[in-house]
Structure formats: structure tokens, C-alpha cells
């Protein structure tokens, strides 16, 4: 089974500045849109997260790379230049997600589902794009933000 080549890159990214720059060398999970309370002070309104293996991301640049823990079982990475939101990190799970306004150019990914939008803000409506709503993190989906 070693045929598999898993350092082909699937996409890049940065943050506003350049001071952090990334490569994904795997498969890109498909967007989850998470309005919990923390993803939506993080970013200002909510967080747009695909993900990817842990292995599979590589920074090409981290001076501006810093991380905040934002809670007992999680950290979030950012610039710490320029703010830019880039990533969220579980401890202990295999898998980092990635902020999807951060990737360039066209990703090939998709929305996949709405989550925690019991915290969703009064002035949108995360029901709009048709996509699966789930009030809290859907069984099937790995929330980015708790
Ligand atoms: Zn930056
Ligand atoms: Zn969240």
C-alpha cells in the first residue's frame, strides 16, 4: 500500500502579511462553517474551516506564527503581525483545521455543513446557502471549535 504519494501538494496558503505561509500536502476536508461563541470572536463573525491531516501541513514560513489556547482541549494559531486567523488545533487528534479565506486561489472544496448555530449571531442566518444545520457539532463532523 506505500504507493500512495502523500507529499503532492493539494493547496497553499498565508495569512494577510506573509509572515506565516503553508503548504497541504494531502487531501483538503470539505468546509465547516462553525459559529460557536470562540470561532466567531477568533474571526469576527464565523470560522470557515476545512482540514487536514497534521502530517500533511507544512509551514513554508513561521516567524509570525504564534498560539493562543483557547480552551482546555485546544489551541488556535494566528499571525501575530498581521491577526490573521489561520488555524485551529485539537489536542490529541490527527487532524489541524485550516481557516478556508486563508488558502489561495481556486481549493476545490466545498461547504459541507453549518455547526454550533444555537451561538449563531442574530444578523445572519446560517440556514441561507441550504447546506445541513446542526445546533451543536453534527455526529458526523469534526467540530473546529469547542
Ligand atoms: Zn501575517
Ligand atoms: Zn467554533
Known amino acids: 500500500m506505500g504507493s500512495e504519494t502523500s507529499s503532492e501538494k493539494q493547496g497553499e496558503g498565508?495569512?494577510?502579511?506573509?509572515?506565516?505561509?503553508?503548504?497541504?500536502?494531502?487531501?483538503?476536508?470539505?468546509?465547516?462553517?462553525?459559529?460557536?461563541?470562540?470561532?466567531?470572536?477568533?474571526?469576527?463573525?464565523?470560522?470557515?474551516?476545512?482540514?487536514?491531516a497534521r502530517e500533511d501541513l507544512v509551514l513554508t514560513e513561521d516567524r509570525?506564527?504564534?498560539?493562543?489556547?483557547?480552551s482546555d482541549v485546544a489551541r488556535r494559531g494566528f499571525c501575530g503581525t498581521c491577526g490573521s486567523t489561520l488555524f485551529w488545533e485539537a489536542d490529541n487528534r490527527g487532524h489541524?483545521?485550516?481557516?478556508?479565506g486563508t488558502l489561495d486561489g481556486a481549493t476545490g472544496i466545498k461547504g459541507e455543513a453549518h455547526i454550533y448555530c444555537d451561538f449563531a449571531g442574530d444578523y445572519?442566518?446560517?440556514?441561507?446557502?441550504?447546506?445541513?444545520?446542526?445546533?451543536?457539532?453534527?455526529?458526523?463532523?469534526?467540530?473546529?471549535?469547542d
Do not use: F
Open 64 to 70: 509570525g506564527l504564534k498560539w493562543y489556547r483557547s
Open 124 to 145: 445572519y442566518n446560517p440556514a441561507k446557502d441550504g447546506l445541513p444545520v446542526h445546533r451543536a457539532h453534527g455526529a458526523s463532523v469534526m467540530p473546529p471549535g
Open 96 to 100: 489541524i483545521a485550516i481557516a478556508a
Open 14 to 52: 498565508s495569512c494577510l502579511c506573509g509572515a506565516v505561509r503553508y503548504e497541504v500536502r494531502g487531501p483538503l476536508r470539505p468546509v465547516i462553517y462553525c459559529h460557536c461563541q470562540q470561532c466567531r470572536k477568533s474571526t469576527g463573525h464565523y470560522m470557515a474551516a476545512t482540514a487536514a
